[in-house]
C-alpha cells in the first residue's frame, strides 16, 4: 500500500483529496497537516510512512514551497505532486526545480488526479524494480508521461464522434453560458431510454473537453459539501470547437 500525506490548509479540499486517494486502488492517506509545522513533524518522524505528498502552495502565512526542502534534506523516498492553484511561472518553476513528480492546478477532475497518481506509481516500480537500465527504460522515466501533442485531438476510448459533435453544437449555440453536465444532458436532445445513464456518459466528453482546454472548469460546493463541477467555453478556443461541432 502506497502512504500519502495531504498538506492542505483547507478542510474541505483536503477531504476531497482524500476521498479521490481512497479512490485509487493501492493508495492510502497516512496523515493530513493543515500547517507547514504539521507536515515537517510528521516528515521528520521516521516512524511515519509516507511515499508521496499532495501539497498546497497558499498555507495560510505560510507557502507549501519552503516544505520542498524540508522533504529534500530529510534523506526520505518521498515524492512531491503539487495540487494548487498556483499557476504563475515562478511558482511552477520553483516545484520543479525540487523535483515535483507532477503539478495539478485547481479545479481539476479525478481522472486527472488518478493519472498522476498512477503514472507516478508505474514510474516508482521501474526506479525500484532492477538494478540496470536499458535506454528505453531512461526513456519512460523520463519523458513517457508525457502525451504527444498530436494524440490531443485523438477521441479517448469510449467517446464516438456523432456524441461529440451533438455535444460540441450545443456548447457552440451557448458560448457564453456555464453549465454542469446535468444541465446540458437535459439541454441536448436524447431518447426517453438514455436518459438516466447520459449524464455519466456525458461527463467523460466534458472532462476531455476540459483536459484539451476547450472548457474551463470550476467547482462548486452544494450545501452537503458534495463538489460540482461546472464549465465553460474557453473564447480563446472557439475555433478549435467549432472543428469539433461541424
Known sequence: MINVLIVDDDAMVAELNRLYVARVPGFRCSGSASTLSQAQEMINDKQREIDLVLLDVYMQQDSGLDLLPTIRESGRAIDVIMITSAADAATVQTAMH????????KPFQFPRFEEALTTWREKRKLMTGQPYYEQADVDRLLHGGAPEASDA?????GLTAQTLRTLCQWIDAHPDVEFSTDELAAAVNISPVSCRTYPQRCR??????AQINILYTTIHYGATGRPVYRYRLVAEQYSLLKQYSQ
Open 98 to 105: 525540487y523535483g515535483v513528480v507532477d503539478y495539478l492546478i
Open 153 to 157: 485531438r485523438k477521441l479517448p476510448k
Open 204 to 209: 467523460k466528453y466534458l472532462i476531455w473537453l
